[in-house]
């Protein structure tokens, strides 16, 4: 039977996954796949978890890049500093790195991408985005002959449970967050799961490999929930949406948008039947149509079937393979990043009860090229009224200077709340 | 750039989805991978589409297996002979064969697998379940860590389609069916979709594979959806719950239990999501928890794109894995085959409006260890009138017994229906 000698660094939540994996399902690898994995060394602050002393490293570099035996890394430590300069030994090294730093990737992916073909090691990542769902794997080994033209993707697990618990239980946001952060489901400082920047950063890594283009993060729109109110998700029941956070990037050509941000899609699309702290990715390619992936995006166990996967694969490689990005030096030399897209939108206005009040409305929307496909107005007799509409698709700016003209008129008090509408 | 040379055996529907895609997709692959997909042979009995006159075929063992510069045969001819004999003197040729065909998987896998292994060469089927979702390399590649404990499956899109128009537009079978036949949806005679053969022979390699052991078709319990009624789905509605047509199979220890038949699964599951000809296959294992994976089941393009996700990575592998079954010889002798399982049960009976009538039958189930969790009584006043309960989980037979001895005592004029149920 061949060994694979496998060193970890990082005993975290998802380390200690990889670890407890390891020890739980190496009889069972060694039967279906021929391969003994061989835990050699592990690398940790704190060992939280019981290791027997003879696995513990000391110094990454005497104990790990410089045993020859050691076939693949497994680096789990996060961050950018001293992940980068880890994995980077590593590959120069000639170990293959399984890695699950989506920070990391997104930023520096090129040269990591560089260090890993000069060496012939390979670079693989699925447990960056989407926790245990194979996403990274079905992009690069399951739609190569397709050409994928969009991505819709539930890809935080916090905001998806905050956005389902609070349409499910009617509660709002703040109380969702936290009693998500007393069930350990948010973190105290929530800002990268809430301001959709966990969100970005997974899009980047998803959207460079589907379109293999880089597609930076800071090409990518971002806008999370925390302006969201039980309102806007009732309003949107009422006319047949789920508000979703969502991932959305879409090749034409040369030309990508990509953005976080909450959204309204129809109920019947598969996206908005996944609750909870599930992710699910959604994709079309030319070929294929559509398709869709689903599993847990986070936790111990699932990240560690990710992790794991990529190891037994690399395992089975003769030779590695690489992305190729058309834009690899620049990335806004050879790609267009459209920042004046086109979607419809869910609006929720406080307008005066008073006559003509629509079509006053409806009027400078349409001086903005924005028409208007449904529009709902439930209460009456106050002064001030909540009003909402959907729009027909529309460019970004085209809807954004009508919003803006709007908010200076008399009869709308104001702009509550603008979501973009996907189907 | 490396070469591969390939030969397409039929241009029906699906090879015709081949051959456009290799014309339409070249240059993506040759950028992407590094191969330049060169077909060399098409062999159909008759050419529905213009294929040059250089690339036709007339002959399988002339033409083709003696053609050493070809390295990968598709097989799209479907059934059992001719496509068995070549196939085997492909893999025996040590040709990579990459085949749809589901009907042959499930009834000489192990003979097809032997030959490939004997030669090296590789022998790829994920287009033979679920059209273009990637589901098997997932399987294969993605959840090699895991023990796959459960699997529950929409894998016909035909009846899906059915249940679906019945459910949301109120339609009768008949209806519904005699529209699908007009469309080209359903088949002029309907029987191996609707009596549920297409899902027991897709579930028979889905299990397989993911079981590690072989699951035969004559093991799989099978009971179609020409039983439905549009009363079935309603009331089902009214409880929470959707009708689907489902593959499902359970491992647990040596002992499998495989069966399709008509299910209602609650509204807030992930499969009673999937609307019309969409396919969607829920997994369970041990480490990545619950995933699953959606997309078109059938069609042209979308299973072209699986045949040539085969093609290209089977391109890209030096070596080629095998499946390994636990029961190679003999299924039965190393597994147990349950045919006397555990699940909920919706039924559905007509009995007479009196007092106690749900005391007796209540006492009647009870007496098989049967009890139950709801029970739903709306009309009254005639004098027979439907009563639906859903049990809780109890074995099969027990279910089964009790229904028996319900259908003979006065209080219950019919026993309409009995509907699984699963979680």
């Not at 002959?145 to 703040?174: C, F, H, P, R, V």
């Not at 190891?311 to 806004?332: G, L």
């Not at 809807?399 to 709340?417: H, M």
Request: hydrophobic share 45%; with cysteine.
């Amino acid at each position: 039977m061949r060994e694979v000698n496998i060193a970890l660094i990082g005993l975290g939540t998802v380390g200690s996954g990889v670890y407890k994996t390891i020890c739980l399902q190496k009889q069972r690898v060694e039967h279906k796949e021929g391969i003994s994995l061989n835990l050699k060394k592990v690398l940790a602050l704190e060992y939280a978890i019981d290791i027997p002393d003879s696995l513990k490293a000391t110094d990454f570099y005497a104990d790990i890049v410089s045993d020859k035996s050691i076939d693949i890394v497994i680096e789990l430590i996060g961050g950018i500093s001293p992940a980068k300069e880890f994995i980077l030994a590593a590959l120069g090294a000639g170990k293959t790195v399984v890695t699950a730093n989506k920070d990391l990737l997104a930023q520096h992916w090129p040269e990591l991408n560089a260090a890993a073909k000069a060496s012939g090691a390979g670079l693989y990542f699925e447990a960056s985005v989407g926790g245990g769902i194979p996403i990274i794997r079905t992009i690069w080994e399951s739609l190569q002959a397709n050409e994928i033209t969009s991505m819709m993707g539930i890809i935080n697990g916090t905001t998806n449970y905050i956005l389902t618990k609070m349409a499910e239980e009617k509660l709002s946001y703040e109380e969702v967050l936290a009693q998500a952060q007393a069930q350990g489901l948010a973190e105290a400082n929530p800002k990268s799961d809430v301001e959709g920047y966990d969100a970005m950063y997974k899009l980047s890594i998803l959207s460079s490999l589907a379109f293999h283009a880089r597609v930076p993060v800071e090409y990518i729109y971002r806008e999370g929930i925390t302006g969201i109110t039980l309102e806007d998700i009732k309003y949107g029941q009422e006319l047949g949406y789920t508000l979703k956070l969502l991932a959305i990037s879409k090749r034409e050509g040369n030309t990508v948008q990509a953005r976080v941000h909450p959204t309204m899609i129809p109920n019947t699309h598969p996206l908005a039947s996944i609750r909870g702290a599930f992710n699910a990715i959604y994709l079309h390619g030319n070929i294929v149509d559509d398709i869709m992936l689903y599993g847990r995006g986070a936790g111990d166990m699932p990240t560690a079937s990710a992790v794991m996967s990529d190891v037994i694969y690399a395992a089975n490689q003769a030779s590695h393979k690489y992305t190729t990005f058309y834009n690899e030096k620049d990335a806004s030399s050879e790609m267009t990043f459209e920042k004046n897209w086109e979607s419809a939108f869910f609006l929720r206005l406080i307008v005066l009860d008073a006559p003509n009040v629509l079509a006053k409305i409806a009027g400078i929307f349409g001086s903005h090229g924005v028409s208007l496909a449904s529009v709902m107005q439930k209460e009456h007799g106050s002064e001030s009224v909540p009003l909402v509409l959907i729009t027909h698709k529309a460019k970004e700016l085209s809807v954004k200077q009508a919003l803006g003209e709007l908010s200076k008129i008399k009869e709308v008090t104001s702009v509550a709340n603008a979501i973009r509408v996907e189907s």
